[in-house]
């Protein structure tokens, strides 16, 4: 690769970086939990063992077993699956609803423009928990009504992102050429311009993970998440909410799972986002 | 100025038409109807029964008829009935005037809102700006790594172990409701002494979240002030450091600040769902969290309208303070 191209730049810049490249590899890890859950998991997540309820951390239940005597190592490998999904699934959704509008904002302008910016206003006046709570209590739990519930009421920060770029991308000389040439809108907004403008989504996108990841877990904490039998780190916490007295790992290891997947998405995106932005490659040698 | 908030409360009303018509095409829209759990579990109703009982309830019209029969009521502040058994006028289970004014379920999620908001302001600009001034100390690095884990750190999570430690562990404070048992027998500082332990997890959980983005921001916006000509001016001056910083920079680094803080109401709103549910707070957001699973829709519908306006009066709030501290956008207006 020439050592001057813009990837080997950026991606050096990156590496440079050790905070981001430690998220990156926890979240390469979780990746690999995830995947590989069947065959890493001391035990059946869902194996029901009366005679070791409650256990403490030991040899057998690394991280102790829950008030059915499962294992919660087990349980919360199981749960890394959820959490990804969700996070990946929603995210998605959520970037393409938001690039969708975001670009037809910043190329149409005037009233189109107009009328989905008042749009991308009054969903960021609501008080999304509540309505997701609603929908969710009434549509039910399953973890794709959660992805796609999570997806449908995160997409605005990514539509005011893209409309931006396009407002000021549209006026750029290689937007007019591609006219020139005889380019029709649609063509000129996903070939030329959306190219141009991936690089902040794609940090907003890791950023966004992490949030759906915290919501799909404040969800399985409050009940109406993802339902048990199947393992989730927040229902794991819900137990761990029941039997606080008694049983301090229930509530300790999911927490300390979810909160160092944030951090890792946040530290990851957070270094993308400096690595890829030019303004900043001088300011780092001051 | 007066001209611009009358133009503002006016761009309210559409707004909150949008969040309402939103809000309500959605509850009525999902699968299920509230008439369904009345009537499951009992084998006997007749499909006339059921119809009977939709039309009780006004189920039976066109949506947007609903709607508008809706917004008809709303605009004499009346909220309709609850679905639950009580029958009780929802507004009357949100605003309960027979109970004091601190025990009513809106002044509960409020109270405690408000108190944290300021609680965040107070801390999280002078943490911005000494490490803005202190940049790349000890003390800044430190407070960078706290903001980054407490901006990761699930707040419900953070709860469990706040309890764990200060309610059960060492026994300082409680860990649920909003009172003890024995409040009534307690003398008058006392009782306002027991509120105020209540309080102190509560708050505290609901600032955090917000405490760390809000310090970072008003960190990275007083380094981009201070990088400023004028700001390099008032040093040449002979200014001492002290009022350099807290007069020259302060006002034009709390503007994105105030930017955030608006932004971030909706979410304290919110997460007052999860925070009355984890410390047993009888507040709007366990009230919603009720009425979500017994399909109450008044109550439901009542609860999003206010936590909406709620929003958009602090939005207002957040502006009004833009033009305190920017007298740019006051002469434009």
């Known amino acids: 690769m020439d050592r001057h191209s813009l990837i080997s730049i950026t991606w050096r810049r990156f590496l440079k970086n050790r905070l981001a490249v430690a998220g990156g590899v926890v979240v390469a890890a979780l990746v690999l939990v995830a995947v590989l859950a069947p065959f890493i998991s001391p035990y059946n997540p869902n194996d029901i063992d009366r005679r070791h309820i409650l256990e403490r951390p030991g040899i057998s239940h690394l991280l102790g077993t829950d008030d059915l005597g499962r294992d919660v190592l087990s349980r919360m490998i199981w749960g890394a699956r959820i959490s990804l999904a969700v996070g990946f699934v929603a995210v998605g959704i959520a970037t393409c609803i938001g690039i969708l509008f975001g670009a037809f904002a910043g190329y149409y302008g005037g009233w189109t423009d107009r009328i989905i910016t008042r749009f991308i206003d009054i969903m960021l006046t609501i008080p999304t928990f509540f309505l997701i709570l609603t929908v969710i209590a009434f549509i039910g739990s399953s973890i794709w009504n959660i992805m796609i519930v999570i997806g449908l009421t995160s997409w605005m920060g990514v539509a005011r992102l893209v409309r931006a770029e396009f407002l000021s991308l549209k006026e750029r000389d290689f937007v007019t050429a591609a006219r020139a040439l005889g380019a029709g809108s649609l063509r000129i907004i996903f070939r030329h311009i959306m190219i141009n403008s991936m690089a902040p989504v794609l940090v907003s996108a890791v950023l966004g993970i992490a949030g759906a990841v915290l919501l799909e877990s404040s969800l399985s904490f409050l009940g109406i998440g993802v339902q048990p039998p199947t393992p989730t780190w927040g229902n794991i916490l819900t137990l761990g909410k029941d039997n606080l007295e008694i049983a301090w790992w229930l509530s300790v290891f999911p927490g300390l799972a979810i909160l160092i997947t944030v951090l890792a998405y946040n530290l990851l995106g957070e270094g993308v986002r400096d690595s890829i932005d030019p303004r900043l490659w001088d300011s780092e040698r001051r | ?333």
């Open chain 2, 1 to 333: 100025m007066l001209q611009y908030l009358l133009k503002r409360l006016a761009e309210m009303i559409p707004t909150l038409i949008g969040i309402t018509l939103i809000s309500f095409t959605i509850i009525h829209l999902a699968p299920g109807k509230p008439t369904d759990i009345l009537t499951d579990f009992n084998p006997k109703i007749t499909p006339e029964a059921r119809e009977r009982l939709e039309k009780y309830y006004g189920l039976d019209k066109p949506l947007i008829v609903q709607y508008g029969l809706w917004l008809k009521r709303i605009v004499k502040l009346d909220f309709g009935e609850s679905f639950s058994t009580d029958r009780r006028p929802v507004l009357d289970k949100i605003w309960d005037r027979k109970q004091p004014l601190v025990d009513r379920r809106l002044f509960v999620t409020f109270m405690i809102n408000v108190i944290s908001m300021v609680v965040i302001l107070l801390i999280s600009i002078p943490i911005g700006i000494t490490s803005a001034t202190h940049r790349n100390s000890l003390y800044d690095k430190v407070m960078t790594t706290t903001v980054f884990v407490g901006f990761a750190m699930p707040s419900f999570w953070f709860a469990l172990l706040l309890m764990l430690l200060f309610g059960i562990s060492l026994g300082w404070l409680p860990i649920s409701g909003l009172k003890s048992m024995n409040y009534s027998s307690l003398s008058a500082p006392g009782q306002a002494l027991d509120r105020i332990s209540h309080l102190v997890l509560p708050v505290f959980i609901a600032s955090f979240g917000s405490l760390a983005g809000n310090s970072r921001y008003m960190r990275s916006s007083m380094l981009e002030v201070i990088r400023q000509d004028y700001i390099t001016v008032a040093r040449a001056k002979g200014l001492p450091e002290k009022v350099v910083v807290y007069r020259h920079a302060l006002r034009n680094a709390l503007l994105p600040l105030i930017t955030l803080v608006g932004l971030s109401i909706p979410g304290l709103i919110g997460g007052s769902v999860i925070l009355e549910s984890i410390f047993g707070i009888p507040g709007m957001g366990q009230l919603l969290f009720m009425s979500v699973m017994t399909r109450d829709y008044p109550m439901i519908m009542c609860i999003l309208t206010i936590g909406a306006v709620l929003t958009l009066v602090g939005n207002l709030l957040a502006d009004i303070g833009y033009m305190i501290v920017d007298p740019r956008i006051r002469t434009h207006s």
